[in-house]
Protein backbone atom coordinates (compact mmCIF):
# COMPACT_ATOMS: atom_id res chain seq x y z
CA UNK A 1 0.00 0.00 0.00
CA UNK A 2 1.83 2.94 -1.20
CA UNK A 3 0.70 6.81 0.49
CA UNK A 4 -1.83 8.67 0.55
CA UNK A 5 -2.61 12.54 1.00
CA UNK A 6 -5.57 14.85 2.06
CA UNK A 7 -6.15 18.76 2.53
CA UNK A 8 -7.10 20.08 5.48
CA UNK A 9 -6.84 22.33 8.32
CA UNK A 10 -6.08 19.66 11.22
CA UNK A 11 -3.56 22.06 12.65
CA UNK A 12 -0.42 20.18 14.14
CA UNK A 13 0.59 16.62 12.55
CA UNK A 14 -0.45 15.24 16.14
CA UNK A 15 -4.07 16.61 15.79
CA UNK A 16 -4.25 15.50 12.48
CA UNK A 17 -3.14 11.76 13.31
CA UNK A 18 -5.73 12.04 16.64
CA UNK A 19 -8.30 13.20 13.93
CA UNK A 20 -7.75 11.19 11.27
CA UNK A 21 -7.84 7.85 12.54
CA UNK A 22 -11.18 8.35 14.66
CA UNK A 23 -12.39 9.91 10.70
CA UNK A 24 -10.58 6.77 9.70
CA UNK A 25 -12.29 4.15 11.84
CA UNK A 26 -15.63 4.72 11.75
CA UNK A 27 -15.59 5.21 7.98
CA UNK A 28 -13.27 2.93 6.46
CA UNK A 29 -12.94 -0.17 8.92
CA UNK A 30 -16.29 -0.41 9.91
CA UNK A 31 -18.04 -2.19 12.95
CA UNK A 32 -15.26 -5.62 12.51
CA UNK A 33 -12.07 -3.27 14.06
CA UNK A 34 -11.91 -1.35 17.07
CA UNK A 35 -8.99 0.75 18.03
CA UNK A 36 -8.02 -0.20 21.43
CA UNK A 37 -4.88 2.42 22.35
CA UNK A 38 -2.57 4.25 20.46
CA UNK A 39 0.63 6.39 21.61
CA UNK A 40 2.23 9.04 19.15
CA UNK A 41 6.34 9.14 19.19
CA UNK A 42 7.29 11.92 16.53
CA UNK A 43 5.62 11.25 13.14
CA UNK A 44 4.52 8.03 13.77
CA UNK A 45 1.06 6.83 15.04
CA UNK A 46 1.29 2.87 16.64
CA UNK A 47 -2.48 1.63 17.16
CA UNK A 48 -3.52 -1.24 19.09
CA UNK A 49 -6.52 -2.55 16.90
CA UNK A 50 -9.06 -5.21 17.84
CA UNK A 51 -10.34 -8.02 14.87
CA UNK A 52 -14.09 -9.18 16.00
CA UNK A 53 -13.61 -11.67 13.41
CA UNK A 54 -10.25 -13.29 14.07
CA UNK A 55 -10.91 -12.26 17.93
CA UNK A 56 -7.18 -10.75 18.11
CA UNK A 57 -5.30 -7.42 18.53
CA UNK A 58 -3.12 -6.45 16.50
CA UNK A 59 -0.64 -3.04 16.12
CA UNK A 60 -0.95 -1.20 12.87
CA UNK A 61 1.44 1.86 12.16
CA UNK A 62 0.49 5.05 10.71
CA UNK A 63 3.10 6.90 9.72
CA UNK A 64 2.74 10.64 8.57
CA UNK A 65 4.07 13.76 7.11
CA UNK A 66 2.95 17.56 6.50
CA UNK A 67 3.52 19.67 3.98
CA UNK A 68 1.54 23.23 4.09
CA UNK A 69 -2.01 21.86 4.15
CA UNK A 70 -1.45 18.94 2.35
CA UNK A 71 -1.17 15.60 5.23
CA UNK A 72 0.18 12.96 3.76
CA UNK A 73 -0.02 8.89 5.43
CA UNK A 74 0.58 5.45 5.32
CA UNK A 75 -0.48 2.43 6.97
CA UNK A 76 1.81 -0.59 7.76
CA UNK A 77 0.60 -3.57 9.71
CA UNK A 78 2.69 -5.38 12.26
CA UNK A 79 2.69 -8.26 10.11
CA UNK A 80 4.54 -6.28 7.18
CA UNK A 81 7.65 -5.54 9.77
CA UNK A 82 7.97 -1.49 9.53
CA UNK A 83 10.82 0.07 10.02
CA UNK A 84 9.81 1.53 12.75
CA UNK A 85 10.97 0.38 16.52
CA UNK A 86 9.51 2.77 19.09
CA UNK A 87 6.46 0.73 19.74
CA UNK A 88 5.36 1.60 23.37
CA UNK A 89 5.81 -2.12 25.98
CA UNK A 90 2.13 -1.25 26.68
CA UNK A 91 0.70 -2.08 23.52
CA UNK A 92 2.98 -4.81 22.43
CA UNK A 93 2.04 -6.26 25.51
CA UNK A 94 -1.80 -6.61 24.78
CA UNK A 95 -0.94 -7.47 21.10
CA UNK A 96 -2.51 -11.17 20.84
CA UNK A 97 -1.70 -12.24 17.31
CA UNK A 98 0.10 -15.20 16.67
CA UNK A 99 1.22 -13.75 13.31
CA UNK A 100 4.80 -14.92 12.96
CA UNK A 101 6.19 -12.05 11.63
CA UNK A 102 4.12 -9.62 13.70
CA UNK A 103 5.71 -11.45 17.04
CA UNK A 104 8.97 -10.93 14.97
CA UNK A 105 8.46 -7.19 14.84
CA UNK A 106 7.40 -6.97 18.39
CA UNK A 107 10.45 -8.80 19.46
CA UNK A 108 12.43 -6.03 16.98
CA UNK A 109 10.51 -3.08 18.78
CA UNK A 110 11.92 -4.55 22.59
CA UNK A 111 15.67 -5.57 21.12
CA UNK A 112 15.85 -1.18 19.92
CA UNK A 113 14.82 -0.40 23.07
CA UNK A 114 17.48 -1.95 24.82
CA UNK A 115 19.84 -0.97 22.45
CA UNK A 116 18.37 2.70 22.89
CA UNK A 117 18.88 1.82 26.65
CA UNK A 118 22.12 0.50 26.73
CA UNK A 119 23.15 3.20 24.70
CA UNK A 120 22.33 6.21 26.84
CA UNK A 121 23.66 4.52 29.64
CA UNK A 122 27.09 3.96 28.14
CA UNK A 123 26.96 7.84 27.10
CA UNK A 124 26.38 8.44 30.69
CA UNK A 125 29.02 6.62 31.66
CA UNK A 126 31.06 8.64 29.29
CA UNK A 127 30.00 12.05 30.11
CA UNK A 128 31.07 10.83 33.54
CA UNK A 129 34.62 10.59 32.21
CA UNK A 130 34.69 6.33 33.14
CA UNK A 131 36.51 5.90 29.96
CA UNK A 132 39.78 8.19 29.39
CA UNK A 133 40.25 9.90 26.64
CA UNK A 134 42.93 8.07 24.44
CA UNK A 135 41.52 5.32 25.20
CA UNK A 136 41.33 2.22 22.12
CA UNK A 137 37.72 0.98 20.91
CA UNK A 138 36.47 -1.00 17.89
CA UNK A 139 33.65 -0.28 15.73
CA UNK A 140 31.75 -2.93 13.98
CA UNK A 141 34.26 -3.31 11.07
CA UNK A 142 36.90 -4.35 13.06
CA UNK A 143 38.98 -0.35 12.95
CA UNK A 144 40.41 0.96 16.27
CA UNK A 145 39.61 3.78 17.17
CA UNK A 146 41.21 6.16 19.48
CA UNK A 147 38.16 7.82 21.98
CA UNK A 148 38.41 11.25 22.65
CA UNK A 149 34.86 12.51 23.92
CA UNK A 150 30.87 12.50 23.71
CA UNK A 151 29.39 14.73 21.25
CA UNK A 152 26.20 13.80 21.80
CA UNK A 153 23.38 10.89 22.78
CA UNK A 154 24.48 9.35 19.58
CA UNK A 155 27.88 10.23 18.48
CA UNK A 156 31.26 10.30 19.88
CA UNK A 157 34.41 11.81 18.62
CA UNK A 158 37.69 9.62 18.11
CA UNK A 159 40.54 9.11 15.72
CA UNK A 160 40.42 6.23 13.26
CA UNK A 161 44.21 4.20 13.83
CA UNK A 162 44.04 3.27 9.90
CA UNK A 163 44.55 6.63 9.12
CA UNK A 164 45.17 9.51 11.89
CA UNK A 165 42.25 11.39 11.35
CA UNK A 166 39.77 12.79 13.67
CA UNK A 167 35.79 11.74 12.87
CA UNK A 168 32.66 11.63 14.42
CA UNK A 169 31.34 7.81 14.92
CA UNK A 170 28.05 7.05 15.41
CA UNK A 171 27.51 4.94 18.09
CA UNK A 172 25.56 2.43 16.37
CA UNK A 173 28.18 1.54 14.42
CA UNK A 174 30.65 1.30 17.66
CA UNK A 175 30.60 -2.31 19.42
CA UNK A 176 28.83 -1.62 22.51
CA UNK A 177 29.64 -4.35 24.42
CA UNK A 178 33.58 -4.01 24.01
CA UNK A 179 32.89 -0.43 24.85
CA UNK A 180 30.77 -1.88 28.66
CA UNK A 181 33.71 -3.68 28.90
CA UNK A 182 36.49 -1.19 28.96
CA UNK A 183 34.70 1.04 31.29
CA UNK A 184 33.66 -1.64 33.43
CA UNK A 185 37.58 -2.39 33.55
CA UNK A 186 38.68 1.29 33.71
CA UNK A 187 35.70 1.59 36.92
CA UNK A 188 37.51 -1.58 38.65
Not at 93 to 106: D, H, L
Not at 132 to 137: E, L
Not at 150 to 178: A, F, H, Q
Request: proline letters at 2%; hydrophobic letters at 35%; one cysteine or more.
Amino acid sequence: MGTSSVNGAYGSLRDFMIDFHVEHFSREWGSDFNLVDYSIVGNIMYMLVHSYPKGHNFITVLKCSKNGREYSFKFIEDCMQPYYYDCPERLLKRATTTNAQAQEWYNKCRLHREVKKEKKEIVELLKKGSLGAGSIIEDCMGRKIQYLQVLSKNYLIGKCMEDGKTYRWNLDTIMLSELRKLIAQKTT
